[in-house]
C-alpha cells in the first residue's frame, strides 16, 4: 500500500489548490517541489527599508546575465537580487529554440511558484471563453462550458479574496467581490469620457488578488489587508495578495496530512503496465543527485505548463514510447499565450490642483468589446487592455539655477495615462514543445525545445488594438497621444513574453485530438492529472491564474470523489 494517496507536482498557483482540496478532504499528500521551501518569515524581505538591501536590491549584472538572463529581459521590473531565490537558475534548467522561434520562458522553482511572481490581475473567463474554438474552429472544443467552471471560481474567489467591482458585463463575469482600489480623478474622468464616445466599450476597476475586507478565514490564516506598500515582488508578510505560500498551503498544511519535499527535481513518471496506472515519480535531489522513487495512488502534475509538458514527454514506456498519455500525439503541442504590442500614452490636461495619493496594486481594465460588441473582419478574438493614470512627481532633475531650480522641482509634472493590450492567441498545433535528443541540463534531464510562431491573426488584432487606444484617448481629450501600432509580426510580442503559455496537454472530448477529459484526467491514465496552464484548450484574452485556480480546485475533488468510490 502506498504511504501517500496523492503526489502534487509544483505548489505554485494550481498546485497549491490540488494540495489544499485533497488534504482537506482527508488524503494523505505528497508535494514535490523543485526548488526550495519558502518560509515568508525567512525569505520574504518586504519590510526591510531599501538601504538594508545588498545594492540598494539591484542584482549585479554579471549575475543576472549568467543565472537569469531571460527574466533580466522579459520581466526585469520584477527581478531583484532579495527575491531572486523566487526565480529559477536558468544555467541549471536551460531551453533551446528551433529556427527562427522567439521564446520567453520565466519561471519559478521555489514553493508558491509563481503565485509568488505575478501581477495578480484576475478575471473569469468568459461564456464566449469556452465555446470560441468550436464556432470558429481553431482548437478543439473545451469539453466544459462556463457555467461548469461558476460554482468553483466562486469557491476559490471566497478563499483567495479578489479586490473588484460588480459590473454586470457578460463579457467579463464578476467574481465574489472584496472592495475595489478606487480610481484616482483622472481615471473618473477618462471612464466617463471614453464611455459617452463608445458605448460598446467600457472601462472599469482592475481587478486583483489582494485583501481589501480580509474575511475571518483569512484572518485565521494569518493573512491581513493590503497597505498599498508596492513591495509585492518581494513577498508579503501580511499575506495581503494570494500566493500559495501564505494561503493555500498554510490551509493544506493545518490538516496534518501534507508532506512537503524541496529541491526535488522530478525527472519523470513511472507508468506501469500491467495496471495501466502511474505507479511512480522518479525524482533527482538537487542538491545531492540522488535518486528516489516516490509511490502514490494518484498523482497531479502542477509544474506550469512548460515543465509539465516536458515531464510527461519524459514519462517514455513500452506503451507510451513518445511520452505518456500520448496516443494523441498532442502532449506538447498547441502552446498559447497572450499577445501585447498595442496600446497608447497620453498626457490628460486639467487637474493641476490634483495629486494622487498613497500607491495600488492595479489601475483600470477595458474588457474585451472587440469581436463581442463590436466586430472586426480583420482577425477571430479579441483582447482587453490593462493601464492607468498618474501624476510625475518631484524628480529632482530638472533643469535649472536657483529659484527657477527649486520651482521646477517642486512642481509635479502633468497627468499620463496609459493603455496596453493583451490579446488572444490561437491555438495551432504547430506551436509545440519538444525533448532535444541529446542536450541535457545538470540534472541529465533532456532540455525542452520550443519551435512557435505568432500569426497574422494575432498581427492584425494588436494592430487594431493600437488604433482603438489612440481612439479612446483622443475622446478622452488627451494630448501629445503615443499610438504602438506594430508593422509587422518582429513587432509583437514572443511566445512566452507574457508569462501566459498555456495548452502543452489541453483539455478536449476526444481521446485522439486532446490528453486530458473535462476533469484534467489523462485520456489514457486514470490516476494521471494534470491541473495547470498546461490543460486549456484556449486562453481567452484574461490573465488566466484565477480560471487555474477554478480548474485545479474542481478536478482534485473529482479525484478525490474517484478515491473514496473505490474507482482508483
Not at 156 to 171: C, K
Not at 241 to 253: G, K, M, N, R
Amino acid at each position: 500500500m502506498a504511504k501517500f494517496d496523492a503526489i502534487v507536482i509544483g505548489s505554485g498557483m494550481s498546485g497549491g489548490w490540488v494540495a489544499k482540496e485533497l488534504a482537506e478532504r482527508g488524503l494523505k499528500v505528497l508535494i514535490l517541489d523543485r526548488g526550495k521551501k519558502i518560509i515568508p518569515t525567512e525569505d520574504f524581505t518586504d519590510m526591510k527599508h531599501p538601504w538594508e538591501l545588498s545594492n540598494f536590491d539591484r542584482i549585479p549584472m554579471d549575475e543576472a546575465k549568467e543565472k537569469y538572463a531571460m527574466v533580466s529581459k522579459g520581466a526585469g521590473y520584477a527581478l531583484h537580487d532579495s527575491n531572486k531565490h523566487f526565480w529559477a537558475r536558468e544555467d541549471l534548467s536551460p531551453y533551446e529554440t528551433e529556427g527562427e522561434t522567439k521564446f520567453n520562458w520565466l519561471r519559478g522553482y521555489s514553493s508558491g511558484g509563481k503565485s509568488l511572481l505575478w501581477s495578480r490581475q484576475s478575471y473569469r473567463l468568459g461564456p464566449q471563453d469556452f465555446t470560441a474554438n468550436l464556432e470558429d474552429g481553431h482548437g478543439v472544443d473545451w469539453p466544459i462550458r462556463y457555467d461548469d467552471l461558476k460554482p468553483w471560481y466562486e469557491h476559490v474567489e471566497t478563499f483567495a479574496g479578489i479586490a473588484g467591482n460588480a459590473d454586470g458585463l457578460p463579457q467579463l463575469p464578476d467574481s465574489v467581490f472584496q472592495p475595489p482600489f478606487p480610481m484616482n480623478c483622472v481615471e473618473k474622468s477618462v471612464k466617463a469620457k471614453i464611455e459617452a464616445a463608445f458605448p460598446t466599450r467600457n472601462v472599469i476597476h482592475a481587478r486583483c488578488a489582494h485583501l481589501t475586507e480580509p474575511t475571518q478565514e483569512q484572518y485565521d490564516l494569518g493573512r491581513g489587508k493590503c497597505q498599498s506598500r508596492s513591495h509585492c515582488n518581494r513577498g508579503c508578510s501580511f499575506g495581503a495578495y494570494f500566493s500559495s505560500v501564505t494561503a493555500t498551503l498554510p490551509a493544506a498544511e493545518r490538516t496534518g496530512n501534507v508532506t512537503h519535499i524541496a529541491y526535488a527535481v522530478v525527472d519523470s513518471l513511472v507508468y506501469d503496465g500491467d495496471t495501466g496506472l502511474v505507479s511512480g515519480v522518479r525524482v533527482i535531489d538537487a542538491n545531492t543527485k540522488a535518486r528516489t522513487t516516490y509511490t502514490a495512488r494518484m498523482f497531479f502534475v502542477s509544474a506550469g505548463t512548460i515543465a509539465t509538458g516536458a515531464i510527461l514527454l519524459n514519462s517514455t514506456s513500452e506503451h507510451f514510447p513518445t511520452g505518456i498519455a500520448n496516443g494523441s500525439g498532442q502532449l506538447g503541442r498547441n502552446i498559447i499565450d497572450h499577445v501585447s504590442g498595442g496600446g497608447a500614452s497620453g498626457i490628460v490636461p486639467g487637474f493641476e490642483d490634483e495629486y494622487r495619493a498613497g500607491r495600488r496594486p492595479a489601475g483600470i481594465y477595458i474588457p474585451r468589446f472587440s469581436n463581442i460588441t463590436e466586430d472586426e473582419p480583420k482577425f477571430l478574438r479579441g483582447f482587453g487592455y490593462q493601464g492607468g493614470a498618474g501624476r510625475s512627481g518631484w524628480t529632482g532633475n530638472r533643469a535649472g539655477v536657483g529659484e527657477d531650480f527649486k520651482r521646477a522641482n517642486r512642481t509635479p509634472g502633468p497627468w499620463r495615462i496609459g493603455i496596453g493590450a493583451f490579446g488572444e492567441v490561437l491555438p495551432r498545433e504547430e506551436n509545440r514543445m519538444y525533448l532535444h535528443a541529446t542536450k541535457k541540463d545538470a540534472y541529465g534531464i533532456p532540455v525542452p525545445v520550443f519551435d512557435t510562431r505568432m500569426s497574422d491573426n494575432e498581427l492584425h488584432m494588436m494592430q487594431r488594438a493600437g488604433e482603438a487606444a489612440g481612439e479612446m484617448l483622443r475622446a478622452a481629450g488627451c494630448t501629445d497621444i503615443r499610438v504602438r501600432i506594430p508593422e509587422t509580426i518582429d513587432d509583437i510580442t514572443p511566445m512566452g513574453d507574457r508569462i501566459h503559455e498555456m495548452g502543452t496537454a489541453r483539455m478536449g472530448r476526444d481521446p485522439s485530438s486532446s490528453v486530458l477529459n473535462k476533469w484534467n484526467q489523462t485520456h489514457e491514465v486514470d490516476n494521471l492529472f494534470v491541473t495547470d496552464g498546461a490543460c486549456m484548450a484556449s486562453s481567452g484574452c484574461q490573465n488566466p491564474s484565477l480560471t487555474y485556480m477554478a480548474i485545479a480546485a474542481r478536478a482534485a475533488h473529482h479525484a478525490a470523489d474517484l478515491l473514496e468510490k473505490g474507482l482508483l
